[in-house]
């Protein structure tokens, strides 16, 4: 919905760790950080930046285990009926629990979920704030290390290496697994 206003690793922070003191190869650079980000977010489940977005559930049970975060804020949930008609949950009907990256909404105490969904793949929304203020140091480490993987290796084969396969550090899937959200 609304994408992250900054990159969580800057350009500065990853030509330090380059060693790369000019401004030539910028977009490339980028692009690598990028990259980095993407895959680290594939592999955890997590957003490296804070920003808006919106999951779709089948069910309420769904909702028990979010497959996305760190979540920080829900702003709505909506539903469509029976009848077709989107509806939103009071906001007091419902509450964000758990800590972490362990996060689940559940009904409020005294309340519970609306019986009238209609019944299709989708039909719950929920909008929410996901992702890091601040990027833990491990991740920053993790996506510098897969920068520097991507520029070191730039061709899509490296002698020793089958076809399509770009070398990563070993680490970047020990510092992502710290990270990781598990379902």
């Known amino acids: 919905m609304a994408a992250p206003s900054s990159t969580p690793v800057s350009i500065d922070e990853a030509k330090v760790f380059l060693s790369v003191d000019h401004s030539d190869h910028d977009t490339l650079i980028s692009s690598f ?65 758990g800590a972490g990256l362990s996060r689940s909404l559940r009904p409020s105490s005294g309340s519970g979920w609306p019986s009238d969904v209609l019944d299709e793949t989708g039909a719950i929304g929920v909008t929410m704030t996901v992702g890091y203020s601040e990027l833990p140091p491990s991740l920053v480490a993790a ?23 770009i070398p990563m550090s070993m680490q970047v899937d020990t510092l992502l697994s710290q990270y990781r959200i598990w379902l």
Do not use: C, K, N
Not at 56 to 72: F, K, N, Q, R, Y
Not at 90 to 96: F, H, Q, R
Not at 145 to 165: F, K, N, Q
């Open 33 to 97: 950080i990028a990259a980095g980000v993407s895959r680290g977010e594939a592999t955890t489940g997590t957003r490296f930046a804070e920003q808006t977005v919106q999951l779709w559930a089948d069910h309420w049970s769904d909702l028990e285990i979010l497959p996305i975060g760190p979540v920080s804020a829900v702003t709505d949930i909506t539903f469509q009926d029976r009848e077709g008609s989107e509806q939103t949950v009071p906001s007091e009907d419902y509450e964000l629990v």
């Open 143 to 165: 996506v510098l290390l897969m920068t520097g993987d991507l520029s070191a290796h730039r061709e899509t084969a490296s002698v020793g290496m089958p076809a399509g396969e």
